[in-house]
């Protein structure tokens, strides 16, 4: 290289204007990955897996599989792990953190972690989150206005058979089990609460919903003008001009999920690879993409989003501040209960 071109090169590092991590090469390596299924996975490697592939040169191997079943390969794995990076909802970050399987991350070595807002760090600092997903309200909105603002509203008896929710065997029953009881004065820690709170909700339930095309069928004729359930389920009919909207302007607040990423404790593949990878999917770039596909809202606040696509997900500290963030750990070991009395009283 010319003397000139070193000076340029020296030049760019004392201005702040260094190549990206990101373009470090890293031909010839390969980082083994885990990632949730459908379209979560077809998000991921549209908006950080391909772009870093192509900026780096690393081979990245990507497996699919949902949080449980994440924990149970993880766990296969503890003495000779397969796996580098392992995407996770917060209840796996904070169950395999305990079990020694995950390593803390250097906030440091990823230079985006720094626009990540606090609330997004999972299991003090084994995830970092690279979206939220909510469950909240969705309503109709030709025949219900103003938009839902009290998780009440539920349970008014002009809502009789208008609403939809799912079966106790999802997370979005288990937390409508955890606000029904705290609207009856319990709580995580009263749950028994919940029980007559939904024997008085079961007259307004239309149906347990795990079809969510026949949900948005229902929802767009108006037979059902209530669900509660996670927004990016009804994307495809809401961009089809179905009258369907979310709201998070609950006084109770709504609940948030983190999907974060996380490090393996003896992953095979350089701590250098791994952090560059972990950076790329932090960055307000990739981050974008995957609000748009997915409606899952950023954890990077520098995120571009318009103000239509904001509509469906959260994506700023104030919402984020109002979001309930229940103890997922305590939510599991009640799951068995729930669901037991849930199906005493809801039908099947």
């Not at 009919?237 to 369907?244: F, L």
């Amino acid at each position: 290289m010319k003397r000139s071109g070193v000076l340029f090169f020296v030049a760019l590092f004392v201005i702040g204007l260094a190549p990206s991590a990101h373009s470090a090469s890293f031909a010839g390596q390969t980082l083994r990955l885990q990632v949730w299924p459908g379209a979560d996975a077809l998000a991921i490697q549209k908006n950080v897996i391909d772009p870093f592939k192509k900026e780096t040169g690393a081979n990245v191997v990507v497996e699919e599989g949902n949080t449980s079943a994440s924990i149970a390969k993880a766990r296969a794995q503890k003495n000779d792990p397969q796996l580098d990076v392992i995407f996770l909802d917060d209840i796996g970050v904070l169950t395999l953190l305990r079990e020694g399987i995950l390593e803390k991350l250097d906030m440091g070595r990823m230079p985006h972690a720094k626009e990540i807002h606090p609330s997004y760090i999972v299991g003090d600092g084994y995830g970092i989150g690279i979206f939220n997903y909510i469950t909240t309200i969705l309503y109709n909105t030709q025949q219900v206005s103003p938009a839902p603002t009290s998780w009440e509203d539920l349970w008014n008896p002009k809502y009789k058979g208008k609403v939809l929710i799912t079966p106790a065997t999802h997370t979005q029953g288990l937390l409508l089990t955890v606000m029904a009881a705290t609207l009856n004065g319990g709580g995580m820690d009263k749950i028994a609460a919940a029980w007559p709170k939904l024997q008085q909700l079961k007259p307004n339930v239309h149906s347990l919903v795990t079809n969510r095309a026949l949900g948005a069928e229902l929802m767009n004729s108006g037979e059902a003008v209530l669900a509660v359930d996670i927004p990016h389920y009804y994307k495809p009919y809401i961009e089809r001009k179905y009258p369907i909207a979310m709201t998070v302007g609950m006084k109770e607040g709504f609940f948030s999920i983190t999907g974060s990423a996380c490090l393996v404790k003896g992953g095979k593949a350089s701590r250098e690879l791994a952090y560059a990878f972990l950076d790329r999917a932090l960055t307000a770039e990739a981050q974008t993409g995957m609000a748009r596909d997915l409606w899952y809202g950023p954890t990077n606040s520098n995120a571009k989003l318009t103000a239509e696509e904001r509509k469906f997900m959260v994506s700023t500290p104030d919402e984020a501040a109002k979001a309930i963030r229940v103890d997922r750990l305590k939510l599991l070991e009640l799951r068995p209960t729930i669901i037991e009395e849930w199906n005493k009283i809801m039908p099947q």
